[in-house]
């Protein structure tokens, strides 16, 4: 999620909720037979799936909308990304918390959020690494990966009705989303070297360090915690769960 005021938090989230809910209706409206209606509200969701996704660069800049004046800040970011070439659009704004986030389904309309909070607490080159890690989620197309895999968890949980495929899914969703993340530190320690990859993680593990106990609850985690990820860069060995 971008981050924004707790205003527009609110507002957005409401306007999910009414849309996703009149999705539904409308699906129910237009297949009364109630034997076609679980399909059709399944179809429903996959389309406000698209919509969300798709929607994504829309949405980010209604909860972002000023990006940051500080020409100092914009400055050094541009100095970064000429280091990164074929990068994606990268938009700096002002916000506190430490973020960077790719939104977008498709590479041709993806986008980079980056916060001046982060910027202000990592260096050059921890910031090309995590740069490098949100535009490789674009350039291996890994939203369009996860839209397609919810898309056909929720056609076969249509057809199957079952309490397993639910755990199963869920187990899956996981893994898929954890080797994504170990598919983006490996794409951008090969686009920017290691060195680079490695320092922008250990620099966001000094500003959100892991508890001794995450390493326990990777069953419901959907990323694999900055030791771990740093484990992988240096070692190659990549713990999914």
Known sequence: MIPSTWFRRVIFGLFILEVAGALMWLAAWLVPNPADKAFAQTVAGMVFLLGFYSGAPLSARFLAPRQSEDEAMRARLTGVLRELPQSRPVFLYDHEEKNATTVGILASQSRVYVTSGLMANVSNEGLKGILAHEDTHVVEHHILITFSYACAYALVANEVNSNKLFIFGFI??????????????????????KEAMVTGLKELHAIYPSKSWAR????????????????ALETGRKVLF
């Open 216 to 231: 326990w609850f990777m069953v419901v985690m959907a990323y694999p915690t900055l030791p771990m990820r740093i484990k």
């Open 172 to 193: 899956a969703f996981m893994t898929l989303r954890r080797y994504l993340e170990y598919r983006a530190d490996a794409g951008a320690a090969k686009r920017v070297g």
